[in-house]
């Protein structure tokens, strides 16, 4: 009888919602970050947009730092946009300085925690020193196996997918591929970084409800996440909220509720 009531106790308990299981955070292996509100965050404070952008540069060094102890092991996040070149010369320019200057001064702090870090977007169309830029970070981050910090710059989604098309049509007229053969792995292998698998998350601050040309194709099945505050002010809480959400989500991709 004894063993009849706690072989029943265990079955119910298996039921039971488990009460610690809120509790538990899934982090993403891939989270997707478009970091806007930088402008309104200086707007807010009188500053000059650039100032905004300064301060949105110092909260993606808290950001890589919060993710790579968190133990997520791709962070892509949205630095420029292949539409940002419509803002003014002067913004335009201050953010190219920035890029440089954050990847100069920051780097040390990026080996330390074995970050490495790529980029993804129009790169051949960048200036020469940004090109340098980026060579030599992909370069001296290369044999760091912690967190990639996937740096999206001159990117836009419609025109990586162009380019996967090129590319795509020239071994088409090349003879090394037949038309019938192209799929959805043929499109996804001629992205700008194939390797990275689609991010599981995306977070979008600011207050805006869209996507703005990023990962369109990536983003097929990314659960999404947005927020008001402002891209500066996006703090580590901010960041756990997110993951407490995420982890939280049943993702079906397509399939039925289990
Ligand atoms: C994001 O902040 C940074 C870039 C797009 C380069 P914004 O500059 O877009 O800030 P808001 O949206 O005007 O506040
Ligand atoms: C998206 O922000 C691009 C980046 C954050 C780099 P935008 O500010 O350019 O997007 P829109 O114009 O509000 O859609
Ligand atoms: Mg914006």
Not at 26 to 39: F, K, Q, T, W
Not at 205 to 226: C, M
Request: proline share 5%.
């Amino acid at each position: 009888m004894g063993r009849i009531r706690s072989g029943l106790r265990s079955l119910l308990r298996r039921k039971d919602p488990d009460p610690s299981r809120d509790a538990v955070t899934r982090i993403p292996v891939h989270l997707a970050v478009i970091m806007d509100g930088n402008g309104r965050w200086a707007k807010q404070r009188s500053l000059p947009r650039k100032a905004g952008h300064r301060a949105g540069a110092e909260n993606l060094r808290r950001l890589v730092d919060a993710c790579a102890r968190a133990g997520v092991r791709y962070l892509t996040v949205f630095a420029f946009s292949t539409e940002n070149w419509n803002r003014s010369a002067d913004e335009v320019a201050s953010l190219m300085d920035l890029f440089v200057e954050f990847f100069e001064r920051f780097d040390p702090e990026l080996a330390d925690a074995g970050v490495r870090v790529r980029f993804c977007g129009d790169l051949d169309a960048l200036p020469q020193r940004i090109l340098e830029v980026i060579r030599t970070s992909e370069r001296t981050s290369r044999g760091r196996n912690g967190m990639q910090l996937v740096v999206a710059f001159n990117y836009g989604s419609r025109r990586e997918l162009a380019h996967a098309a090129r590319e795509i049509a020239r071994d088409v007229a090349e003879g090394r591929l037949r038309p019938d053969e192209v799929d959805e792995g043929t499109l996804s292998g001629h992205l700008y970084l194939p390797d990275v698998p689609d991010p599981d998350l995306l977070i979008r601050p600011s207050g805006e409800y869209r996507l703005s040309n990023f990962l369109l194709w990536q983003a097929a099945y990314s659960e999404l996440w947005f927020s008001d505050v402002l891209w500066p002010d996006f703090s580590e809480r901010d960041l756990q909220e997110a993951f407490a959400s995420y982890s939280k989500r049943n993702r079906r991709f397509g399939g039925a509720e289990s």
